[in-house]
């Protein structure tokens, strides 16, 4: 899939943000050409998991073919179709997605957005449809959700925030970029822990700097997940750093950020293949760098961030050390795992390699670590939800 539009990020987030789960489909020229879109992987897993469609138990062929309600979205009202999903005898039997009537509504490397719900799939042209002034509209009333509301735990855990807020500056505990993490955990009563488990009695913490001059916040990481290394052309995380690395004094080491948008300066970039279901790094001297199974990626981020709390603090130094004010947080539940794909495809969500080999031959690896910039959580949680510490 090709990278969203500023326009189509935006829609996408207004859906998301209403707790719709979307599918996201960009049909070719030859596709509209022949009425047949592949059923990339993520819309897959989607009308799976909603009880919609199971491609996986599917036979091959005309007989085999399912006909579900459909509707598309006009500039004046919603216009009801038929969509029909199958799998041909030829081509392995692709998956494939077709909705009568779609010629007219869409053109060749539209993005659309197909939404399970109300018992039919409800289909948003996000290139062109600019629905953003209908969104209380009739017709689009009854498809969106009200946002959640706040639990008993995260009340208590912001209870706990705002006492600590109310403490002013407190002193860094340990140093470099980890250490604001570090300080909040340890006031909180928290032991340090490298595990994939949330970390407050269910909700996850993620704590990240405020730029002082305006700028961007921090890029925070979402999770960690090293590549499948048996469908790779590197076979570890020591391989990748014997081809890409650099010396830093007396030890090797690879930092840097992997984009999809194009190569960084070691080479490196990723490509997403959402009909095969795969996230490729590749780079200027070889295809195959290490991949991930996109589904491995989608389990990652529920795992980690079934809730969240994504912490904003300052920095300060008095009296030489450096301390922190914990200003706001920004919670939120249940991520759209089917958005991932398409957001790594437009570098709303990167990758951060961290590999390093010691002078003594040790290799460590702490990500590969993937990222998003708090201002972009909306494009994969419903609803956010902003706290003030301060106020």
Request: proline share 5%; aromatic share 6%.
């Amino acid at each position: 899939m090709r990278a969203l539009s500023e326009n189509e990020k935006n829609r996408l987030a207004l859906l998301t943000s209403r707790g719709l789960r979307v599918g996201l489909l960009q049909p070719t020229g030859t596709a509209l050409e022949k009425s047949i879109i592949d059923a990339v992987e993520p819309l897959r897993d989607l009308l799976a998991a909603t009880g919609v469609h199971d491609f996986a138990s599917q036979g091959q062929g005309q007989g085999h073919k399912i006909q579900y309600p459909a509707r598309l979205l006009t500039a004046d009202d919603w216009v009801e179709c038929t969509a029909s999903l199958y799998r041909p005898e030829t081509k392995q039997g692709d998956p494939r997605i077709w909705f009568a009537g779609l010629k007219r509504l869409v053109g060749a490397n539209n993005i659309l957005a197909v939404i399970p719900a109300l018992g039919r799939l409800n289909l948003i042209n996000l290139t062109r449809d600019a629905f953003e002034s209908r969104i209380d509209s009739d017709a689009l009333a009854e498809l969106f959700e009200s946002g959640p509301s706040i639990d008993a735990v995260a009340l208590e855990l912001l209870d706990k925030l705002r006492v600590i807020s109310l403490r002013g500056p407190v002193p860094a505990i340990g140093h470099g970029d980890t250490t604001i993490g570090m300080t909040l955990e340890h006031l909180l009563g928290l032991p340090p822990n490298s595990s994939k488990k949330p970390d407050y009695k269910g909700i996850e913490l993620k704590v990240s700097r405020k730029k002082q001059s305006g700028g961007q916040q921090n890029r925070v990481n979402l999770f960690a997940q090293v590549a499948d290394w048996s469908l790779s052309g590197c076979r570890s995380s020591a391989a990748i750093l014997d081809l890409f690395g650099y010396r830093v004094g007396p030890d090797f080491k690879l930092s840097c950020t992997v984009a999809a948008s194009g190569f960084n300066s070691q080479g490196l970039r990723l490509q997403v293949d959402d009909k095969s279901g795969l996230l490729t790094e590749t780079s200027k001297i070889r295809d195959n760098v290490a991949v991930w199974r996109l589904a491995k990626l989608r389990q990652r981020l529920s795992e980690k961030h079934p809730a969240t709390f994504w912490v904003a603090g300052k920095s300060a130094v008095v009296d030489g050390r450096e301390h922190f004010v914990f200003t706001g947080v920004e919670y939120t539940r249940d991520p759209m795992t089917e958005n991932l794909g398409a957001l790594l495809g437009s570098d709303v969500v990167t990758l951060d390699h961290l590999i390093r080999r010691y002078s003594d031959g040790r290799v460590t690896e702490k990500g590969p670590l993937f990222k998003i910039r708090p201002k972009d959580l909306g494009l994969l949680f419903p609803s956010p939800q902003f706290f003030s510490l301060t106020t």
